[in-house]
T-cell receptor, first 113, second 113 residues
């Protein structure tokens, strides 16, 4: 059974600092997704990582995937208040196109001035 | 405007009274999925559909039914709702889940008394 673990679950950062959110998963997969959710809102897709070594960047966020280590990271550079949200990773449980996605519990990020 | 719509957005009902939550997308997406979000548990997949007439169980399908008679619609049916189905429900769609991002609907907050 695929398990997806995120850490930390809560993260309080100061503006301008860097930090990394980790997403570990327990079985083979080469498809990993990152989402953002603002309080009281729906989810917004951030990144789709489809192969070992994949790296995607958008603004102050950069995501990477290491399928051998079963690990994805979401790196935040020079955090700003607008990045405050909950971030979820999700893994396709069959590593193919089956579509059965398992989500981590989310990392609630709070960026303070 | 490209979007995923859900109706109703809010619903309070009583145990055992059948209900349907509709989901519609206007992007000609093949993949659609239903999730529930509960505090401390993150998002869990209920059912998903890779295409018309093709549906599969996610991680928490008990007590739910779905159908995919046409590409744009993917209703979620609760034949006999129970209080443990009180949750926030999200519908999502993607052109092809193996390679593309998911677009989420606004959510339906369901309370079963």
């Amino acid at each position: 059974e695929l398990k997806v673990e995120q850490n930390p679950l809560f993260l309080s950062m100061q503006e301008g600092k860097n930090y990394t959110i980790y997403c570990n998963y327990s079985t083979t997969s080469d498809r990993l997704y990152w989402y953002r959710q603002d309080p009281g809102k729906s989810l917004e897709s951030l990144f789709v990582l489809l192969s070992n070594g994949a790296v995607k960047q958008e603004g102050r966020l950069m995501a990477s995937l290491d399928t051998k280590a079963r690990l994805s990271t979401l790196h935040i550079t020079a955090a700003v208040h607008d990045l405050s949200a909950t971030y979820f990773c999700a893994v396709d449980s069959y590593g193919g196109s089956q579509g059965n996605l398992i989500f981590g519990k989310g990392t609630k990020l709070s960026v303070k001035p | 405007e490209a979007q995923v719509t859900q109706n109703p957005r809010y619903l309070i009902t009583v145990t055992g009274k059948k209900l349907t939550v509709t989901c519609s997308q206007n992007m000609n997406h093949e993949y659609m999925s239903w999730y529930r979000q509960d505090p401390g548990l993150g998002l869990r997949q209920i059912y998903y559909s890779m295409n018309v007439e093709v549906t599969d169980k996610g991680d928490v399908p008990e007590g739910y039914k779905v159908s995919r008679k046409e590409k744009r619609n993917f209703p979620l049916i609760l034949e006999s709702p129970s209080p443990n189905q009180t949750s926030l429900y999200f519908c999502a769609s993607s052109f092809e889940i193996a390679t593309d991002t998911q677009y989420f609907g606004p959510g339906t907050r369901l309370t079963v008394l």
